[in-house]
């Protein structure tokens, strides 16, 4: 056969476009490598449009016998990544492989979530080292229980906890008061990032230190006073 035939003949047996995520994540279903041809070969015979190939035919392809096949088959149904469902309008039954999608989705969500998880809590404990660093000491019990509550039920974002602590600590007011103060005048102000936070500091910054301001303090550096608002 020529070359030319030859790739003409590839082409006209088309292609297979796995899903990335099937190859990555299979091993969490619990799939072995074997089971995972047998899922591509399901699924290759569909696109190409025979949605209920044999055992035969899926042995075919494969190294194992048609009735390894039947095992397997019966295997995946049993962990419902595959189903068997009966056409409407031509009654013929086909191989659907929506629960694998399923399960893929649902593993992914759940890493997701798991992710999110970890990456939070680790930024609330670089939050904590942060503060004892800053504080020059360990934080009281009631002190991280604030911290807790800005986190958990104020929902304020660890980069504009770390700015108001920063605000403190340039106006030299290291306590949690002030800094309770700084956030809940940001969150009225509709503050929401850290480039917010510091021009809205800065504004208030460039106030106190008006010409006005500056005379009549004989020019001491002055800073935003959250507690007097």
């Not at 080292?129 to 039920?153: N, V």
Request: hydrophobic letters at 40%; a negative charge.
């Amino acid at each position: 056969m020529e070359q030319k035939e030859l790739v003409m003949q590839w082409m006209d047996e088309g292609m297979v476009s796995v899903p990335q995520v099937l190859l990555m994540n299979y091993r969490k279903l619990n799939v072995s490598e074997v089971e995972l041809v047998l899922l591509l070969q399901i699924f290759a015979f569909k696109q190409k449009g025979h949605h209920f190939p044999t055992f035969e035919e899926l042995a075919n392809q494969m190294t194992i016998s048609a009735s390894d096949c039947a095992v397997l088959i019966k295997k995946l149904m049993q962990q419902q990544l595959i189903t068997i469902e009966q056409g409407d309008s031509t009654g013929y039954e086909s191989y659907s492989l929506k629960p694998l999608w399923k399960k893929l989705a649902e593993s992914m969500l759940q890493q997701s979530r798991q992710s999110a998880l970890q990456q939070a809590m680790s930024e609330e404990q670089d939050l904590y080292s942060l503060f004892e660093q800053e504080f020059g000491r360990p934080l009281s019990p009631l002190e991280c229980e604030t911290l807790a509550i800005w986190i958990d039920q104020d929902h304020h974002d660890s980069v504009i906890i770390k700015a108001a602590l920063r605000e403190a600590v340039i106006s030299g007011k290291m306590n949690f008061r002030y800094i309770d103060r700084i956030l809940f005048e940001w969150k009225k102000q509709g503050i929401e990032t850290l480039e917010q936070a510091r021009d809205y500091g800065q504004r208030f910054r460039k106030q106190q230190s008006s010409p006005e301001q500056v005379q009549r303090s004989k020019k001491a550096v002055h800073f935003y006073n959250w507690l007097e608002q």
